[in-house]
T-cell receptor, first 116, second 113 residues
Framework: EAQVTQNPRYLITVTGKKLTVTCSQN?????MSWYRQDPGLGLRQIYY???????DKGDVPEGYKVSRKEKRNFPLILESPSPNQTSLYFC???????????????FGPGTRLTVL | AQSVTQLDSQVPVFEEAPVELRCNYS??????LFWYVQYPNQGLQLLLK??????LVESINGFEAEFNKSQTSFHLRKPSVHISDTAEYFC???????????FGTGTRLKVLA
């Protein structure tokens, strides 16, 4: 089954304790992206990756890191989480956007993160 | 800079009534337009998209959206809603020549029996 998986689905942590949220896709997609969803703000793009070893900042990258060492994986790293990073996080993937992103994005089920 | 506006945060509507969810965008360059749906406790799924060609696009479950370039709008409509359409709907744009996606703040559609 074609899918995007995220782990963990739920995480409660404390300020400053480094954490990684994993994302994996089995569709051989070049493009992957991370979003955070907050009430009243919709989805905001954190980072995206056009291919292995190629990443770029979205609209809200502060406090996050990503890496793309393999095509299927795109982990999101919070090196020193803070309470304002409490949110619902989604990973997504798609075929290489042609002429600027005209391909459907497939979303993972989400990771609900609480930082105390 | 590009932006997407969904003016209605919540839309209650009775079953079998028509509904329109509004989406306006701002961009000085070409964009591609999408509607995604999020059912409770799930990720987002593509509902429909406009890339080029006919300005009216349809989904398999009865929704349609019309691209209006002069009004920079991409409103979503359904002539008769069902209880199962209760969900949150997001309008999104991707800007031609970039790899960035911009989402609206979402509209929560609640279908009442």
């Amino acid at each position: 089954e074609a899918q995007v998986t995220q782990n963990p689905r739920y995480l409660i942590t404390v300020t400053g304790k480094k954490l990684t949220v994993t994302c994996s896709q089995n569709m051989n997609h070049e493009y992957m992206s991370w979003y955070r969803q907050d009430p009243g703000l919709g989805l905001r793009q954190i980072y995206y990756s056009m291919n292995v070893e190629v990443t770029d900042k979205g609209d809200v990258p502060e406090g996050y890191k990503v890496s793309r060492k393999e095509k299927r994986n795109f982990p999101l790293i919070l090196e020193s989480p803070s309470p304002n990073q409490t949110s619902l996080y989604f990973c997504a993937s798609s075929d290489t956007p042609f002429a600027g992103g005209n391909n459907e994005q497939f979303f993972g089920p989400g990771t609900r993160l609480t930082v105390l | 800079a590009q932006s997407v506006t969904q003016l209605d945060s919540q839309v209650p509507v009775f079953e079998e009534a028509p509904v329109e969810l509004r989406c306006n965008y701002s961009s000085s360059v070409s964009v591609y337009l999408f509607w995604y749906v999020q059912y409770p406790n799930q990720g987002l799924q593509l509902l429909l998209k406009y890339l080029s060609g006919s300005t009216l696009v349809e989904s398999i479950n009865g929704f349609e959206a019309e691209f209006n370039k002069s009004q920079t709008s991409f409103h979503l409509r359904k002539p008769s809603v069902h209880i199962s359409d209760t969900a949150e709907y997001f309008c999104a744009v991707s800007v031609s020549g970039t790899y960035k996606y911009i989402f609206g703040t979402g509209t929560r559609l609640k279908v009442l029996a």
